[in-house]
């Protein structure tokens, strides 16, 4: 054991997440190397600083968010959902058959490509004579799809496997591309959110484009929605990409995705929103997204109110 | 025997909750909350709430954030309690929802490149660089000065990490932990939650360089 491994395991070793042999060993190891002892004592004063760094909540702070959960309980707001307000946009929208034409698609299965992509194989053992090897917990899943014994006392069992794997690769290479394109349209918030960061430099691609566009409209998270929203800021100018935004700012629960929103569309003129932002502003709740509005309709000559 | 954090022990129901198998106690309360029964959801928010409000002040450091993330995580659990399964632990449940909040909060802070310098505290403004431990009145003016410049270099040092990364080093070193749970909660492999962990501990023992 030299002192480069053992430095690589002090972390762990000080959390108390090495198994038995290698704490063992690290111990050991410094009760004979000086500068690994110092490593050590490095590791406990930085810890010991930090723990003085904790921020408690004050006192009567886990009272108060008791009581307005149980308040916004009661109340019914939390099975309240922002109404499917149906301005003119969105009217204009369905009446034009453009908004959404592609997404169907997106939101089917993933596709066999895509699972490859996943990094899950997908592989089906069947016949008498083989059996399937025992699965490491953890890497192997396995869902059973038939059972059929036979006369001789043998059974056949049919299963799927998945197996997880992990691939490497720099941004222009197509598999690691797809990979990103099919996290991003999963269902867990933190990969979508890697995802998207990573593809934001690439929207000039229809498929990136389309991805950035559903999640905007469909992504659960909000700090998804908010990452998509950015990623789409530099083709403000499609037409497509405006029709969604506007979409985003006139029906997203979330005040902030609604600022990012409108930030985006009114970034340059644009008379074709002019109706869209009259009709908007007055039903608006939060107070920057009408400023900046009405901030737009003055700004572009229009009167603020419609009559 | 490995070192264990002062904070680690302080926060020893977060590790608990999370690593523990579900007792019968919680079970029975999630299937009456299921159900509708309001007074078995509030035993369940209270068996996990200062855990879950103790985690967002420490990360987020402001009490209104603190506040926000412990709303929408409730809420969240309650409108979609009904969809629980049991095929994982309710405490792993609860915090996957409660850390994808925070990570949205860490995530939005950076895209903003900001940190809130002053907290917002029922005693008004507060300087956090004044949050830490108060040196005593008699001790000595140079330490203060160098716990000073420490207690900046720990801000630079932890504004430095991901929120990623952020997280995992808050989970394991604040709320104690297990990297395996961590890595269930985020959704990665405890071999990526120990990269992370990793990671972290460098990057801050390079800012902080001769201060520890």
Redesign the interface.
């Known amino acids: 054991m030299n002192c480069d491994w053992v430095r ?1 395991l002090l ?8 198994p038995p042999e290698d ?1 063992e060993r690290v111990e050991e190891h410094a009760h004979a190397c000086a500068a690994c002892a110092g490593e050590l004592e ?17 006192p ?3 009272e ?3 009581a ?3 308040s ?2 009661e109340s019914g707001a ?2 309240l959902e922002r109404p499917p307000a149906k301005g003119p946009w969105t009217l204009f929208l369905e009446a034009m058959g453009a908004t959404l034409a592609g997404f169907g698609r997106l939101r089917q299965p993933v596709g066999a490509l895509a699972l490859v992509a996943l990094g899950f194989l997908a592989a089906r053992f069947t016949g008498a004579g083989s059996g399937p090897a025992p699965a490491s917990p953890g890497e192997v899943y396995a869902s059973v799809r038939s059972v059929q014994p036979d006369n001789a006392g043998r059974v056949t069992i049919a299963f799927d496997e998945t197996r ?1 794997r992990e691939i490497s690769g720099r941004m222009d290479d197509r598999d690691i591309q797809k990979l990103l394109l099919t996290a991003a349209r999963g269902d ?4 979508q ?2 995802s998207v960061g990573l593809l934001r430099e690439r929207t000039g691609s229809d498929d990136v484009r389309d991805v950035m566009l559903n999640l905007v409209s469909h992504a659960s ?3 998804v929605r ?2 998509a929203l ?1 990623g789409l800021k530099a083709r403000m100018t499609d037409p497509r990409v405006r029709q969604t935004v506007a979409g985003a700012l006139e029906d997203d629960g979330d005040p ?1 995705v609604r600022m990012h929103a409108v930030d985006l569309l009114v970034a340059r003129r644009d008379d074709s929103i002019v109706g869209f932002l009259q009709d908007l502003a007055p039903r608006e709740s939060n107070d920057y997204v009408r400023w900046k509005c009405e901030k737009a309709l003055r700004d572009w000559n229009a009167s603020v109110g419609t009559f | 025997m490995p070192g264990r954090s002062v904070a680690e022990f302080m926060a020893q129901d977060a590790a608990e909750a999370v690593g523990a198998r579900l007792t019968p106690q919680v079970d029975s309360l999630i299937r009456a909350a299921q159900r509708g029964d309001h007074g078995a959801f509030e035993q369940l928010v209270r068996a996990y709430d200062q855990s879950v409000l103790r985690l967002a002040m420490n990360l987020l450091r402001s009490p209104e954030d603190a506040r926000d993330v412990y709303q929408e995580a409730f809420l969240r659990v309650y409108r979609n309690l009904h969809a629980f399964r049991f095929d994982c632990s309710f405490p792993t449940w609860l915090y996957r929802i409660v850390t994808n909040i925070c990570l949205d909060h860490l995530r939005k802070r950076k895209v903003r490149k900001e940190e809130p310098a002053v907290v917002e505290t029922p005693d008004g403004p507060l300087d956090r660089m004044d949050s830490f431990e108060e040196e005593a009145p008699q001790a000595d003016p140079e330490r203060s000065m160098w716990n000073r410049q420490l207690r900046e270099r720990i801000e630079v040092a932890l504004e430095g990490l991901t929120p990623r990364e952020r997280m995992v080093f808050e989970l394991r070193h604040y709320q104690g932990l297990r990297l395996r749970n961590i890595g269930e909660i985020l959704g990665a492999t405890e071999e990526a939650a120990k990269n992370c962990l990793f990671r972290a501990t460098q990057k801050m023992r390079s800012v902080l360089g001769d201060c520890v």
Request: a positive charge.
């Open positions: 690589k972390p762990f070793y000080f959390y108390g997440e090495l704490e490095r590791q406990r004063r930085l810890a010991a600083a930090l723990d003085r760094r904790r921020a408690e909540p004050p009567l702070l886990l108060e968010c008791r307005e959960l149980r916004a309980i939390s099975r997880r867990n918030p933190a990969v959110m890697e998270n909000a700090g908010l990452q950015e902030t």
